[in-house]
């Protein structure tokens, strides 16, 4: 499996922007398709973005159509969200997860393979 390490998470005001980063290890960064996931104190992990392992192809929760952008580096390891314009019920802990086949189409938790520790966010009002 591969490993998974989040690190951009923090303090931010309503409207403000903050650019999360997940860094894999282990395993071919390319051959997997990549998500994120929140989940905020007393609710299910949900699913917020994913990316095809070349980045052509790209889904996001209605919640944050227009505001989160997901993208890779596979020369880096890495994915990204990019998450602007926040509100106070983008408050979560935010989860990267590795999905072994490059292109995917839903939104459950449970065909994600790797899952990262998280990092929290937190927006305030």
């Known amino acids: 499996q591969v490993q998974l390490v989040e690190s951009g998470g923090g303090l931010v005001q309503a409207g403000g922007s903050l650019k999360l980063s997940c860094v894999a290890s282990?395993?071919?960064?390319?051959?997997?398709?990549m998500g994120w996931f929140r989940q905020a104190p007393g609710k299910e992990r949900e699913f917020v973005a994913f990316?095809?392992?070349?980045?052509?192809?790209?889904s996001y929760a209605d919640s944050v159509k227009g505001r989160f952008t997901i993208s890779r580096d596979n020369a880096k390891n890495t994915v990204y969200l990019q998450m602007n314009s926040l509100k106070p019920e983008d408050t979560a802990v935010y989860y990267c997860?590795?999905?072994?086949?490059?292109?995917?189409?839903?939104?459950?938790?449970?065909?994600?393979?790797?899952w990262g520790q998280g990092t929290q966010v937190t927006v305030s009002s």
């Open positions: 997860a590795a999905h072994q086949s490059k292109y995917y189409g839903g939104s459950s938790s449970a065909d994600f393979s790797s």
């Open positions: 282990g395993r071919t960064f390319s051959n997997y398709g």
């Open positions: 990316i095809s392992w070349r980045g052509d192809s790209t």
